[in-house]
Structure formats: C-alpha cells, structure tokens
C-alpha cells in the first residue's frame, strides 16, 4: 500500500484540493515576503557597508536612527505584524467562502427557490 | 548604580508588585471558574495577544536583549528580528494545524502524529532538556537582580533567588492564584517603556517615542566620543547574523511553551488572531530594548567610563544601569527590577511546569511506574518540579553565556528538534516515527556537538556556534526525517486519513 497510497497525501509540495492549494498559495506569498525582507535588509546593510565603507551608512538616517538599525529593529518587527494581519484578513474571508460553498453544496434549495 | 547594599524602596516595589499580582490572581478565582490556573486565564483575542506576550516576555527580553546590544551593538538586532520573525512563522505553518490536531502537550502531539510511544517519551525529554536550558537564563536574570537588591555575592543570590521562585509557585498554587495575564502584560510594559521614557526625557531627546528617540544617542556618540554603530557586520559576518536570526526563528516555532498557548485557545480563529496581537506586544518590547544598550553606552561615554567587553554580569545589568547612570530616582530603577524579576519568575513558571507535566504524564507512567494513578501523577509533577529547580539552580552556578546567549542556546535546541517534527508532521504526512526519531536525536547531536567537541574541532564552532546551530541544522534534521522516512514503511492510513480530512480540509479522494 505504501508508495501508492502515499502518492494521493496532501502536502506542501503538493496540496490537494481547492481549500489547501488556496492556503498552500498564501503561506507561499507571506514566507516569501518574509524571506525577501529579512535577508535582503542585510545585504543592503552589507554591501553599503563592503561598498561605501561607514561614509554612506553614517549619513543615512531615518528619525536620527542609522538605516540599518532602522530597517532591522524598527521595520521588521512592523513588516512581520503586517504580515501577520494580512494572512488572518485572507484566512477570514477565505473560510467565510468555503463555508459558503460547503453550505450551498449540502444544503438543497427547496423547489422552485433560489440558492 | 550601588552594589553590595540592601536597596530598600527598589524590594518595596518589587514586593508591592508581587502582592498586586497574587491580589488580582485571588480575585480572578473567585469571579471565574477556570482550569488553567497558574498558566493563565485569558478573554478575547487581545487577551489571547497579551497571553503570548506575558508567556513570551522572560529574563531575555527584559534584562538580556540590552546586555547583547550594549556589548555587540548591531549584531544583537539579530535576536530583534529573529525573536518576532519566528511568530510568522509560527502562525502561518504550525498555528492553525496545531489546534485541529487537538492535542494539549509536545510530546502529546509527538506522539499522536507518529503512532509511537518511543517518539513521545523523546520528545518529552527534549521538552525537560529546552526547558532546564531556557530556564538557567531566567535564574540568572533573578540571580543578578537578587544580587544587586540584597547586596549579595552571585553565587548566594542564586540559592536565594531560587527560594524566593519556588515559594512564589508554591504560595500561588496554594492560594489557587489564577494569572492575570493582562494585567501582568500591562504592568511588565509599563515598567519597562517608563523608565526608557524618563531617560530619553531627561537627556533631551524624542521621549513620546523612545524607540525611536535613542536615536540621538547614536548620533551624539558617533560625533562627540567617536564610537561608531554605523560599522554592522564590522566584528561579525553576515553568516553569523543570519545563522543566529533564523535560528531563533525556528526555535520560536518549536518552543514547547510557546506552542502550548495554540493548544487551549478557545477557537482557530482566535488562535490566528491572538498571534498577531501577540507579536505586537512582544515588538513593543523590543522596539525598546535597543535603547538601553545604546544610552548605557553614552552615559558611560559621558562619564568617562572606558567598555568593559569582557564584564557578561554588567552588561545583563545594563538596562538598571543605564536607569542608574542616567540619574533616574531609586523607585524607577526599582520598578524596572520589579518588571525583570516578574518576567523572569513567570517566564520560569511556565517553563518547570511544562517540564514536570512532560515528566509526570509522559515519562513516569510509562517508564517508572506503569500504571500509576491520576493523583500519583499530579504528586510527581510536584515533586519533580523541585528537582527541576534545584537543577537549573546547580547549572545556574556556572552558566554558560550571557542572558541572551542561553536562551538562543534553548531555541536551537527547539529549532534542530520540535520544530521540524511539528513541521513534518503537519505538512507531509509521509513522514513516520522512525524518520522523527532519527531527526529528533539527529538534531540534538547538533545542538550540543558545539559544546562538546568545538574544542577539539574548531570547524564546528565556527560553522555551528552553539547558539546558531539551527541554521543548518534544521534543514539537515528535515532531510534526515525525509530520508529515513522514505526508507521505511509509512505511517498507517488512519493518522494520514486524519492529516488529509481534518487538518488540511481536503476532499476525500
């Protein structure tokens, strides 16, 4: 039974029906935002640093605060809470539709009444 | 700041708020009924939030984060990003899929998923091992702030200090105290934004935003004493940066106590939102934390201070001494120790009680004595929550880093082993007992092959320094876990039936 069988699980290479794939798809996009910031942040900080030496990151500034300082500690934890929050708005609204469907899929509308 | 004397109005405070918090958990009992007791009760999904946050906010956070910045400058904004990094994580892979396994401990979910008692018993003394690891950072947080308000040598205020944590748990348990989370959120943020305020104030800089008012300081610093943070990869490389940052994350996510929060929740829902409203709270903390580290330094600048690098115990202190050096009153220092010795009490709390829990229901009944009844259990977790302590009191003695530094040692731990069983186990449900065990024993050979052989081995260190070996270990662990999994039979197909329907809400083939 094993490989057959283990060929139709679920997983996150291969999500299996709509619910999943739709979920599979935003946690793809949010990890990838997350990803993205976190270690692009850093090359930037670094190759200014490798690049411009200390001239460039001592001159750029944001609310007196050196930018990488900024961009780590006051911008990531803020780009993360964001993230956060747009992936509970999508769940929402995405759970309120499949609820929708799954109700409009059992429920029989009565003769002659629309769905 | 004064060393060596009983610091009278700063034990006050730190008794005042104690009492507040037993005086409200009294209340909470009788206005409630509820069964989490000292864990905590909590309403709504801010209260879920601040739930997280309180559970969260530890000796780390309050004492240790500071300490890391006032040392290593940019490089401890690793620990910023890894520490609130991790929730997303948290919330988008695990948060969710964790409450449909309605499951209530590590080794209880461990143990569901895999069909195997031998991968449960594993996973509960991994649990004891991070949690003895992460508490030794509490104790030493409570050991140096005993020590500086009674006056006492470090050695003596860890003995004291673990008295004092022992008799708090006793005494709440006795009373039947019920945690008000809320409240101790609110009074721990108050006592840690507060101060941070006064100072920025009094030094003429932002202080409606100290988080960003210390800004200044780093200007000032940089022009008037030529000390310079505009240099962020000058003593580390970005490999180390990165290697600490992302093992924080995975250990954020494998946490036993932090995972445990996703258990109770009332709804899934409220699980996802409460994530959210806890990351917030937790930012809120360490949005601060970086300020101290920075005015410390300017202070010291101004006073004429030269760096001591190699002072771990001054440098875990520097948030009160910051407080200290800036002229602030006692009873603000004081309030500030207060918030460190609760955070650091409720932080350890959580932690002992989740280890002797892993003892008394995973691993007594089943190895020690068979059999055994409900209130055997209850007595044993009583029991060994006293040997855990004296344990983490013996390792306190000689602690191994700094405040910071121990707890990412924690969270490597985690990362290199809960985290990539629980992601497995949601995730692909291919993955069998052998393929966990393999990668749980795999991923604590890892963790401690740094300290047991980077001696010998400088490669190691230097690829998987101690505190960042989740880095690469995880993902190794995870190709492990795939390896052995897919050499060997799979996992029945009622467990994958339950992953396919009830957890990813798949259509039935």
């Known amino acids: 039974m094993g490989e057959a069988s283990s060929e139709r699980d679920p997983g996150f290479l291969t999500p299996h029906g709509a619910t999943m794939r739709a979920e599979v798809r935003v946690i793809k996009y949010i990890l990838s935002g997350w990803l993205i910031a976190i270690v692009g942040f850093q090359l930037f900080a670094y190759l200014l640093e490798v690049n411009y030496s200390e001239l460039l990151l001592t001159d750029l500034t944001f609310f007196n605060l050196p930018i990488q300082f900024w961009l780590s500690g006051q911008l990531l934890p803020l780009w993360f809470i964001i993230l956060c929050v747009l992936f509970n708005i999508w769940m929402d609204r995405h759970s309120v539709q499949s609820r929708e469907g799954s109700l409009r899929f059992r429920i029989k509308p009565v003769s002659g009444e629309d769905e | 700041m004064a060393y060596g ?84 994580l948290l919330l988008v892979l695990m948060a969710t899929q964790i409450r449909r396994f309605g499951k209530f401990t590590t080794p209880d979910f461990v143990g569901f998923r895999y069909e195997s008692d031998a991968a449960r018993t594993l996973a509960a003394l991994i649990s004891i091992v991070i949690s003895i690891i992460y508490c030794v950072a509490q104790f030493r947080g409570i050991a140096l702030l005993v020590s500086w308000l009674l006056g006492i040598d470090y050695i003596p205020a860890v003995v004291v200090g673990t008295i004092l944590f022992v008799s708090y748990v006793v005494v709440s348990g006795a009373l039947g105290v019920v945690r008000n989370l809320k409240l101790q959120y609110f009074v721990l943020i108050i006592t840690f934004i507060l101060p941070l305020m006064l100072l920025t104030r009094k030094l003429g800089y932002f202080w409606i935003l100290p988080q960003f008012g210390y800004g200044a300081a780093i200007g000032e610093l940089q022009q008037q004493f030529d000390f310079n943070w505009s240099d962020p990869f000058g003593a580390t490389t970005l490999y180390e940066w990165l290697a600490l940052c992302f093992t924080l994350m995975f250990g954020t996510a494998g946490l036993p106590h932090v995972l445990s929060r996703f258990y109770m929740v009332p709804g899934i829902r409220d699980a996802r939102w409460g994530v959210a409203w806890g990351l917030f709270f937790i930012a809120l903390i360490y949005w601060s934390a970086p300020a101290y580290g920075v005015l410390a330094r300017l202070f010291e600048a101004r006073n004429g201070i030269s760096l001591n690098m190699t002072g771990a115990d001054a440098a875990d202190m520097i948030a009160l001494s910051a407080a200290g050096l800036g002229g602030l009153p006692l009873w603000v220092v004081g309030i ?109 050979c890892i963790s401690f092959a740094p300290l047991f052989i980077g001696n010998s081995l400088p490669f190691i260190s230097q690829a998987i320094p101690f505190t960042s070996s989740a880095f690469i270990g995880a993902p190794l662990v995870i190709i492990i876990m795939v390896c052995a999994s897919l050499l060997t039979a799979p996992p029945s197909a009622a467990i994958r039936h339950f992953i396919r329907r009830e957890v990813h809400d798949c259509p039935e083939n």
Do not use: H
């Open chain 2, 5 to 88: 004397m009983l610091q009278l109005v700063p034990i006050i405070i730190v008794g005042a708020m104690f009492a507040l918090f037993i005086i409200s958990g009294l209340r909470n009992r009788s206005n409630q009924a509820s069964q989490y007791r000292f864990i905590g009760s909590y309403t709504g999904r801010v209260g879920i939030g601040a739930g997280i946050a309180c559970n969260w906010m530890s000796a780390a956070s309050f004492l240790g984060l500071a300490g890391v910045f006032y040392l290593k400058g940019y490089f401890a904004m690793a620990y910023v990003v890894g520490w609130t990094g991790g929730y997303v």
């Open chain 2, 336 to 444: 500030l120790a207060a918030g460190g010795l609760s955070a650091a009490f409720s932080a350890s709390a959580g932690l002992l009680m989740s280890g002797s829990a892993s003892f008394s229901y995973d691993l007594y009944p089943r190895l020690i004595r068979p059999g055994v009844s409900e209130r055997d259990k209850v007595v044993a977790a009583k029991g060994f929550f006293l040997v855990l302590a004296a344990i983490v009191m013996l390792l306190t003695f000689q602690p191994w880093g700094m405040i910071a530094e121990i707890a990412a040692f924690a969270f490597a731990v985690a990362g290199n082993t809960i985290f990539p069983a629980f992601l497995l186990g949601i995730w692909w449900p291919r993955a069998n007992a052998t393929g966990v065990i393999s990668g749980m024993m795999a991923g604590l």
